[in-house]
Every structure is written in structure tokens, then in C-alpha cells.
């Protein structure tokens, strides 16, 4: 009996790793994997010598050390005595804020443009269309010295609402006041105040966690009046009229608390050089955050407006075919595809925004480039950690998004077949 | 830029760098292989550092740098100038992005040690101040409590601020800045009370307003600035290089030399720190890797410290700065070069 | 019929009534009105809603537009002029800003007798465009062509070219158009050596060290050419190592030596002299030019088979998306000497154009990936089918297609490249938007006009996006091969 090795099976010869299809790719990618390694390990390297010929060692020591510089917006309680790591933190902390705000205003304004770009309205339609382009087209960091210089040019400033004939006067009904300086708004005092919980420097005020249940709560109610709707449909064929109770849920409840603590908005007041009692929004957070809405705002716009389109108009005549009303056609028939289309890029939308945060910088608002990559960098003369640092919060908020933008992706995918 | 440098850069970064320059930390040989001096100044301040409508840079740190290019390479124009952020200074001249910082930067402990800068002197005693409108009625930076002060970001001003404030049991809202340019639009818009920040820069700021009349600066001085060059820590003959071509302007106007007079002075003085300071006898420059005539070059750059000051942010320009304390320590000032021997 | 007609009865018409004119409410402009803007309670409101937007915009902006001032040697003598002409208390647009300081806004510091040259090198960017981008169009192509030439021309001239540099620039750019109209094939290849052109005219210097390079590439090329048949991917490797070999050793005291030989010079102009719209465009057009490939090898990296193609391909393109531009850009112009060698000198503009490729090819790979993917499975099937490697079933029916679907994201990811040169700003160079008008605000003359410079900058941007995005269209309806 011959055993026959021959052509299927040949002996390993070292040329194989270039000739064979199954080896080379192999052979290709231990090569590439070994450049980029020395690549990298060079640019290592290379750092740390020169570090260590400025005396320089990598070390994340200065986040604990003083900080000794002022920051005009915190969101928790900081001074100039806190350390590095809490200023990074209130930078953080703006960023944050400036992108979420940013986020959910540019999508509100998208939404309405991208609809009423569509709409039959020649002049809105137009309107809507030079919007849209003049702000996609020009770069965002106009956008943000346009606005600021509206802002500290345009507004007058705390003192022109001075004296008995003021120069300014407030708007809504003497609510807010925009200066030159900063916004000021209405802050929400109570005249029951159930006190506060204290988390070391912070307090938690107990009406912020009440009101959290409350809203919990009837969102969890509602959930399940729909679901008890939606049984009832199936088995008697008819809906029933649900909405006014879960209205109740929601508003009930929050008005009660609401006279419960006695809450109410207590306006700004001007004293000495500048507005108290309120909310003094600082400029460079205002600005920042309207260039930031109305630039991203004109990018979200297209993508409704193409979500929108994409649906064609089979899937609502199919739906009127089948007897659904048109509230019903388009939640379940238009928006579900729609948004197939619309959220990926509005999620990509939200990355960039959060990313072109960063633009403070043109302003002054001392968001986590500001905090950690300016003033901390600076008085500390740690560069090389601080930067690393900063890249690499930028890109776990960054991941963290595309994750969510993964999660929705792979829930709503076609399954192709 | 060089071309082959360029290229060179395009091909294959890696190797034409290793390869071809100096050894580690020997700036003057990587300035004199460059043939071109870094020098980070200011992004514009007025009579310290300004480009004009063509591009040429000039002003009181800036006549610094020429000195220095005229010293180590023996041409005043052969300088790059980088425009520095009071954010992105110290990280330039560390990283090796710059050679020498002449940038209104004060001298203090921490950027001395942790930072790893040598200052190399003192060419400006300077002091935190404030500008404020006539109209709004302040005499005295003690009366600034709640007001909204423009600071310039990653400066010592904005710490000092901090502290001054804080010991006097005082509030304030910071508005951040980046640059000279957005302090004054700021300021001038009424987007702040007051506006702060070197005394020297403060008047630079206020003479060129439209309306100087208008605007005062408060007497008091909330600190010690004193404003010098630096270089990166490690390098001490670089460091030598920048520290005596400091003391040779300043020494310069102490012994009468002068941009005018100097060629005249090298063949005739007979004085002998003047003859050691020009190269006329003793050749000092060869123990600082020059050749003899370096200081001569220097000062015939731009003239002496004394000269320097008068053409740039003296009583005559615009600026109108007094020497104050930067008057020789002759004329009662702190201006002392330390012997040249 | 006619006859017929006269038969009949008497109550029964016998011709066509004259059609009557439809009711005045369904007609002409008051028909287009009621559907346009009138047609229900909602449409009302709205249309009175945009007249007000229209009417407080053009209220605010109109008066201070039309009181504008072409012709002022300050912003005084401007705010004087307004005065004189429209009363006291009159705000009006001060426009001699831009005319005063154009050539800083368009060049930044570059030498002014010197000017001819970015103008032609810009010019013949459209020499070189013209074979890729209107080929299959004549009349366009000769239309961008003549334009092109003639401007390039006139203006060179007008900016005060040498005659010496006039003729040569006559005879070149004919010469070029002569063999874009004669022989298509061949003008690719000039529009290849493109590059090199224009950064000699813009850097100046010998002409010799960029035709080194150029040569390098010639020779790796060749090497593989000659040797691929036999060799395969040795071949790839050799001509690597011989290209990279070129450069190093010879290139340099081999253009040393021809530049002494025949000397093409031209003055230098270095980095720090580049501004306004000149670095704009160039570190523009550089990073356009070099993002598509790289991002084309990227995408096609992360589909790779391969797993650590694939991971490292991953990782870069996560890395560069997820950090902001402006810290990249921190890190080339501060940090990027921590990562060399001591003494490396590199040049900024050149740092800058390597990020923002990089930024925007990880964009450009996630846009070709959505093409890629996108196709349908078949033709990726067919390819194989066909016993095509895997280089020729992406050069001659993937990617043809796949870059196809993607030009809409192709392009709008090279409008927000350009519109990122602004941020060089940040790193001590002068892009056009924020440090000229720093600049030219900190001087005496001019200060106070914050509007004006904005307002003429973000109309250049403007017209260039906006240009940029209407041909991304016209080349979508041209490569339209589906018959709906």
C-alpha cells in the first residue's frame, strides 16, 4: 500500500512563505506587524531620551498638586486651592455640558429646519435652503467669532440697565438680561427647601431627587399603560384612549411638588457691577454653545430631510391601504425607516460636535482643552502627560458614543440574506 | 525653510534626521547648522513684539532675538519667529520648537525648576496691573470687588489675580482670554470692568486705544513681574550665549557704547571692559563657542539696551513707558550687567 | 363635418366656444401666491413669520451694507467719511479694510514682488485638474482650460510678473493645455508631476531637489515594473528599498551637482512668510490630494481579511476620529520634537499637511467603507468569478463603483478639510480668518472693524465650499450609469 502525499500536501519549503497564497498572507502581516512595532517602539524611544536629557520624567504627580487658577464656570464647587485633577474634572465637566446642550438644541433646530425645508412654503422652503448652505459652507470658527463678537459688541453691557431711564431694558418679562459680559437668567429658588443631602463639597438637594422619582415613576407607569393598551388592542381590536392619563402621570405629580417646595424663578437683580440672585450664563459658554447649535444644526437638517426622503411614498399609500390613520402611518411605518437612515449620521453629527468643543479655545471657555490641555499644561510644564491625557478622555467619550451608535445600528439592521 | 530639509523630511523623516545633526543638546551647533535662529515671541503686542502689514517683525523682545541672531550668526534677519500663545510658550521652547523665548514671560521658581527653562536674566522689571474706564469710577484696585476682570490664560497674572483677590477677601468674575488682541476687544466692548495684566503691556494697550484719555491705570501693583528671556534647561553654554548677549546690550549703555559710535569705540576706547566687550582685546567670544566680535555684532543690531528701550517702547513711541526701574543701576534702576572679564 | 354642423338644431352649439380665460385666482402671480405661501392657516403664518426674519435681517444689516466705504487710509478716516456722507450717528461698513490689506489676506507675507508665483501655481492646479476632472466633457474641459490660462495669466501679469517669468509661463501652460486637448493619456502624468511643480513655486529654491524626488519615484517604479513578473511581492519590496535608497544617498550631492550644472533657482520663500488664503489653499489642496488615497488604502485595510491589517487599521482610524483636530494639530506643532530624534528640523506647513491628510483620510476610509459596503455582494462574487487577484478585482470593478456611490461623502469630507485649515491659526501660523485679522486689527489703523474681515472671508470660504459642492452634484449626475 502507497500513500500518496503528492500535490495536496506538499512539504513546507521556506519560499512558500512568499509564493503560497496561504502563506503569504501570513508572511504580510508579520512584516507589517514588525514595522509598525519598531515604528512605534522607535517614537518611544526617542521620547523618553529626550525627556530625560530635559531632566523630564512621565509622571501624572501634578494632578494632585495646587492648582491656584480661577475657573468662570463650575459645575461642582472649585476654587484656586483644588487641585489639577479637580480643575480637569470642572473642565471635563464643561465640555460635557457645552456638547450635551449643543447636542440636543442642534437637534431640535435640525429637525424643524430639515422639515420646513420640505415645506410647500416657497418662502420658508427658500429660506431654510440659504440657512442650510451659508452655515454648512463656512467654517465653524467664524461662526463662533461672529457670534462672539454679536455678543460682546451688539449687547450692552450690566450697567446700561442701571439707574431709573435705563439704556436696556430686560426681556421677557424682566427675566433675562443679556450683556456683554454674560446672560443673566432667572435662578429656580424655593420657599420650602426640604434641604440637601452632602456628598463632601457637593449637596444634592432632596426636591432635585424627588422630582427624579416622580419622573421616574410616571415614565414607568406610562410604559405600562402602553403595554396594557397595546394587550387590549390585540384582543378586542380597539385601542383605548390612553393619552390624557399618562398626560395626568407626568404633570400631576410635578405640580404638586412644585407647590409642595414652593418653587418659582427668582429674577436677576443688578448689584454693584454686576447682575445677582440669577444665573449669570458666561458669554463664552453662550456663544460657544449657539455657534455650536446653529453650525451642527445646518448638517442635522440635511440628514432629516434625506431620512425623510428616503421613505418612499408606496410605504405610506401601502399604509393607508391598510386602513391606518395617518398619526398611526407615520409612527409605525415613515419614522421607523427614517430613522434607519437619519440616526447613524445624526449620532456622527453628535461625535463632531462634541469634538469641535474643543474650538473654546477661540472664546475662552474653559472646557477640558482649556482647564487641562491650557492653564494646567502651562503652570505645570507637563506637556507629555497632560496632552496623553487629554487625546485619550476625548477619545473614551468619543467611543463611547460610536458604541451607542453600534448598539442602535446592529438593533435596527436589515437582516440580508 | 530649507529645501533639502523639506524633502529630506518627505522621503524618510527617520533617517535623514538621526543621521545627519548634532549631538544631543548642543543648540548652538544646531542653530549654526540651521543658519537660521527660532525665536517664539508674542502673537502681537504692540512694542514688544508686533509683525507689521509686510510681515516684519519688531519690538522690545524681538530686538533681543535679533541681537542673539546677530551674535551667533552674524546676520540680524536670519531669524524664524514662532508666535506663541502665553499657552503654548513654555511647552514650544521645551519640545525644542524654539530656541530662545523672548516673550514676556516672568521669572519665577516653579518655571526656573519644574518646568526645566532657564531665565537667563531680567530684561524688564514689570508688575501686575489694572486698566479700567475713567467713567467707572474706580481709584484703587481695592475698590474691584465683584467686578469682571479680562485675564490672559496660562500667564502669572492670572495666579496673581487669584491670590490678590483672595487675600483681600474679594470677588471676581474671570473672563478668559487667549491674546493681547482679545483682551482689548473685549475690554473695549465693556465686556469687563477691568483688564489686567503686565504694567508695561497694560500701557502698550492703552496707547494705542483711539481715546488713551479715557482709560486709567490703577496704581496699585499687585506683583513681582520680572520679565526675561529663557532657554531650555540643560544647555548651559546656549544659556551663557543668551545671558551675555543680555548683559552686553545692557553693559553697552553703560559704557556709552552705542550703535553709532561703536565702530569708532572698537579701534579707539580706551577703556578695558569696553576693549574685552567688543573684542579688541582678550578674546572672550571663543569661550562661549563665538568668534571675538559677537557682543560687537549684538549691540550694532539694534543699538544698546538704552536704545533698544527708546526706539521701541520709550517715551517717544507711542507705548511711553518711563525706564523706572529699568534704568541703569547708575540712574538708580536695577539694569546691572555683571562684569565683563 | 362642417355641414353637419349647419344641420343641426338650433339649441345645440355648433362651434368650439373661444377658450375663457382661467379665474383671475387661478392664475398668473396670485395663483402662485395661494400655493406658494397662502395655501392654509399654517402656510400663512409661516410665510409671515419669513418675511419678518427676511425683514429684520435686511433691517439690521441693509443700512450698514449700503453706507460701505471702498476707499480709506484708516477706520478714522472711515467712520469719518461715513459721517460726512450720511450724517452723524450713521454705521456704515468700512470695506477700504479689505482693499487696504488684500494682498495680506490673499498671500500673508509673502514677497511681494514674488506674488506671480502662487497665482501660477494655483493656475496650473487647474491644468492639472482638468484631464481627471472634465474628461468626458469637451466644452467644459476647454472652457476651465482657456479660463484658467488667461486669468492665470492677466493676473500674473497685473501682480507684476518678470517678463522673463510672463513668457515662460505663456509657453508652459500652452504647451501643457496643447497635450491635455492632443494626448489625454500622457497629461495624466504631467498632472502627476503637478505636485512638484507647485512647491517649487511656492518654496522657491532649486528645481533640482524636487526632480530627485520625482526621479525616486520613477525608479522604484521601474524597478517594479521589471521585476514584478518574477517576483511578485519581492518586486513591491525591492522597489521600496531601492526608491528609499535613492533618496537617501544619491539624490541629494546628485542635485547639488546638476543645480551646478544648470542652475533653475528661484528665490526661497520660507514658511513663516506663507499666510492668508496662499496657506489656505495650499495646505487645502495638499491634504485633498493626499487623503483620498491614504484614505482608500485605509478602507480597504479595515476589510481586509487580514486580521492585524485590519486591527492596525481599526485602531488608527478610531484613534484620528476620535480626537479633536485642534490637539492633533497641538501635538505636530509642540510635541512632534519629543517624538524625533534631537536636532530634527521639520517644517511646520508640511506637520500641518501630514495631520490634517491623516485627519481627514480616517473620515475618507469610513466614507469609502460605506461605499464598499454598499455594493452588492454579486460583484465582489463576479470579481472572483472572473479569477481576478484581489488588486485587480478592486482597481477594475470594486472601487470604480465604490468611490462612485461615495462622492457625495468624498466631497463634503474635503469641504470641512478645507473649512479645518482655519484652525491652523492655532498653532502660530496665519490662515486668513483669525490671525490676519488679529493681526491687521492690532495695528493702529484698523482698529476696531471685527465685522468687515469676517464678513469677506466667510464669502471666499463660501464661494470655494459652496463651488466644491456643486460640482460633487454635476459629477454625481454625470456618473450616473443606472436608466431610471
Redesign the interface.
Known sequence: MVTYTGADNPPFRLSML??DRRY??LT???I??IL?MLAAS??ID??L???S????TLSFDFLFRRA?????QQLIPYN?DDTHLRATVIGLLNTLLVSILGCIAATILGVIVGV?RL??????AR?MTVYV??F???????WI??CL?I???VMP?PNAYRGENPAANMILFDMIAPT???TAIPSIGMTNPPGTISLGREGISWAFIAFAVVIAAAWTGWRVLRNWAQRVQDRTGKRPRTWWISLAMFVVPVLFLTWYFGLHLVPPVL????FADGI?LD??FVVLWLALTLYTGAFIAEIVRAGILAVSRGQTEAAFALGLRPRRTMSLVVLPQALRVIVPPLISQY?NLT??S??A??V???DL??TL???T?????R??EA?VL??GI??A???II?AGMNIFNSRVKLKER | MKKSVFFGSVTAVALAASGALAAEGDTLKEVKARGVLNCGVNTGLIGFAAPDANGNWSGFDVAFCKAMAAAVLGDATKIKYVPTTGQTRFTALSSGEVDLLARNSTWTFQRDTDLKLDFIGVNYYDGQGFMVRKDLGVSSAKELNGATICIQTGTTTELNLADYFKANNMDYQPVNIDSNAEGEQQYMAGACDAYTTDASGLAATRASFADPENHIILPEIISKEPLGPAVRHGDNNWGDIARWTLYALIAAEEYGVTSANIDELAKSSQNPEVQRLLGTTDDLGKMIGLDAEWAKRAIKAGGNYGEIFAATIGEQTPIGLARGLNAQWTQGGLMYAMPFR | MSETHSETVAYVRETMLPPEPPPLAESGAIKWLRENLFSGPLNIALTFVGLGIVWLILSTVGPWLSHSVWNAGSMAECRQIIAETWGQGASGACFALIKHRWNQFMFGFYPQVLYWRPVLAFGLLFLALAPVLFSESAKARRIVLGLSMVLTFVIAALLGAPVAALLGMAVLMLAWAALIETRPQWSLLASLVYPFIAVWLLWGGSLWSEAMVLAGFGLGFAVWRVLAARFGLLAFALAVVVAAAWWLLLSGPLASALAGVLPLRLRPVSSDQFGGFVLSITIGVAGIALSLPLGVILALARRSDLPVIKLLAVMFIEFIRGVPLITLLFVASLLLNYFLPPGTNFDIILRVIIMVTLFAAAYMAEVIRGGLAALPKGQYEAADALGLDYWKAQRLIILPQALKISIPGIVSTFIGMFKDTTLVVFVGLFDPLKAMADTIRASFEWKGAYWEPYIFVGAIFFILCFGMSRYSMYLERRLKRDHR
Open positions: 512568499i509564493y503569504r498572507s504580510l502581516q508579520a507589517v506587524f509598525v522607535w517614537l526617542n521620547t531620551r529626550n525627556l536629557a530635559m531632566g523630564k491656584g487658577y480661577d475657573i468662570p484656586s420646513l415645506s410647500s412654503n416657497w418662502l420658508i429660506l448652505e451659508v454648512r459652507n463656512i467654517p465653524l470658527l467664524l467669532l461672529v463678537a455678543f460682546t459688541e453691557p456683554n459680559r454674560y448689584r454693584g457691577f454686576n449669570n458669554n463664552a461625535l469634538k469641535n474643543s474650538l479655545i477661540a475662552g471657555y474653559m482643552r482649556g490641555g491650557g492653564t499644561l502651562n503652570q505645570t510644564g506637556e507629555m496632552m487629554m487625546m476625548y477619545l467619550l468619543s467611543l460610536s
